[in-house]
């Protein structure tokens, strides 16, 4: 036992040393074809390979990863992590609690309980509320769909679509959510085998929120269709602008039509821990679901997540019993075995790290840092509108930055050079920024997610993309 533990840290310690060596750049650039051949190494040698070359393998996965505390990596919701999650993480990955029973994770369960209750009242879910932790926003939006289809089937048809499958009502469902929801409702839907045609988007206004009256039109039109709006989709913080949907007016619409409302706050919920920017959420508190991503603007390692209801009892369309694992019994007994919450089994003890970093930053820190970034955000869209070589396409709400650049000449395709910029600062190991197309028009995107990148330093960024734009406008002439 000795010997393991002297191994183990000299092992993570080498590890840390390795994973601390600052970064020339924010990545190598290298195509998947280039990396390929560095990992072409025998997979399971006869004999293990000696601790030095393993470290040097690492080393190398190290030295081709995208560096995602550069002030240059800015391209999605891809956070760099806290220094304290980071240390959590060693202690969930040696401790290797399994969250499906409470015999294999017992101290682990009533944690990431209390830490789920307490993230209802911060949302304001009510007494009844409660959750459990997920992969990631996905899963979390999945889940919500799930839930909501099966109330949906049980309320108007008596039908358990797990016991009997989907009856042929079901054909008449339609989930509503805005033109730039996240694609995983689409996901969802088609998984949940009602297709493709079950969602309906909803125009956005100029801001690319949802707008009430094209919703409330919306709704009328399933009226008078004899179609059933089954679940409502709010955004709180869309993935391209950052933009929410107006919750006040949305969640009495799902009301009035008997439509589960679910809010998939993946990247915004962070604003309801900062007094400046929290009403921009208002109206959450009446959803019946909502997603929470911790490895946006949490700054946690990935995967962390949850998703929140506000009726913990509507988990009872996933709960099944295995006599091995949560016998009946044990429900009996009051013991919490959360896997009768979750889509998965076995769960890593992912709670473990918000809990550290909370305790750690206090609220006023983790404040600081969620402004810090809308404060980034802003700082650089003010910087495109001042420069004649860039175009702003919407002011930012929270981190997410859209523009394009603008080239001098009209007969210059601007969507080929946008595209093939946003390349060649990938390719250079230069920046990591985002693309996306606006209207037919190729885009590229800042996320702002890094709390410690200076106003100075996105400025650089900024100069950058145009000093490029300037080259390749230059050499298309």
């Known amino acids: 036992m000795a010997e393991s533990r002297a191994c183990y ?53 190290i030295s081709e990863s995208v560096a995602v505390n550069h002030p ?25 609690q399994s969250m499906d029973s409470f015999d294999q994770a017992p101290a682990a369960t009533v944690l990431e309980e209390t830490l789920v209750r307490w993230l209802c009242g911060e949302v304001g879910l009510g007494v009844d509320a409660g959750g459990i932790f997920t992969s990631g926003g996905t899963q979390s939006n999945y889940m919500a769909l799930l839930l909501a289809r099966d109330a949906c089937l049980e309320r108007l048809f008596h039908c358990n679509a797990r016991t009997s499958g989907l009856p042929p009502e079901s054909r008449k469902l339609r989930i509503l959510c805005s033109g730039v929801a996240h694609f995983t409702v689409e996901k969802s839907v088609a998984q949940l085998g009602l297709g493709d045609q079950a969602v309906i ?51 009495p619409l799902a009301r009035a039509s008997s439509a589960w409302f679910h809010v998939d706050a993946a990247y915004g919920s962070a604003l309801l821990f900062s007094p400046r920017h929290r009403a921009q959420l208002r109206g959450i508190d009446a959803a019946d679901s909502v997603s929470m991503d911790f490895h946006k603007l949490f700054w946690q390692p990935i995967s962390c997540a949850a998703v929140l209801l506000r009726d913990v009892k509507q988990f009872r369309y996933l709960r099944l019993h295995a006599d091995y694992l949560n016998p009946e019994l044990h429900e009996q007994l009051g013991i919490p075995n959360l896997v009768t919450r979750s889509l998965s ?17 206090g609220r006023k820190r983790l404040a600081e840092m969620i402004d810090a970034t809308v404060e980034l955000a802003a700082h650089a869209a003010a910087f495109i509108r001042r420069n ?4 702003l396409i919407a002011e930012p709400t929270l981190g997410c ?22 390349q060649q600062l990938f390719d250079e190991g230069l920046a990591v920024i985002g693309h996306t197309i606006v209207r037919g028009r190729q885009c590229l995107k800042l996320t702002c997610m890094n709390p410690t990148v200076s106003t100075e330093q996105i400025e650089e960024l900024l100069r950058v993309v145009v000093e490029h734009g300037e080259e390749m406008e230059h050499k298309s002439r």
């Open 9 to 61: 840290r000299d092992y993570v310690g080498k590890a840390v040393e390795l994973l601390c060596a600052e970064p020339n750049r924010c990545c190598s650039g290298k195509n998947a074809e280039a990396l390929s051949a560095l990992f072409q190494r025998e997979v399971l040698p006869e004999i293990g390979a000696l601790q030095e070359e393993v470290l040097a393998d690492l080393a190398s996965v």
């Open 72 to 96: 240059h990596t800015v391209a999605h919701l891809h956070c760099p992590p806290l220094i304290q999650a980071l240390a959590a993480e060693v202690v969930i990955s040696a401790l290797n």
């Open 201 to 251: 988007r909803v125009a956005t206004d100029e801001a690319f929120r949802m707008r009430a009256d094209a919703l409330r039109s919306a709704l009328a039109d399933l009226q008078q269709q004899g179609l059933i709006p089954m679940a409502i989709v709010a955004t709180g913080g869309t993935t391209d602008f950052g933009s929410v949907d107006p919750l006040l007016e949305i969640g």
């Open 345 to 361: 089994t076995t769960r890593r003890f992912d709670a473990l790290k918000v809990w550290v970093s909370f305790r750690a930053l």
């Open 388 to 391: 004649r070589h860039l175009e």
């Open 401 to 422: 930055v859209v523009f394009r650049y603008r080239p001098a000449k009209p007969e210059i395709d601007s969507n080929s050079l946008n595209a093939g910029l946003r």
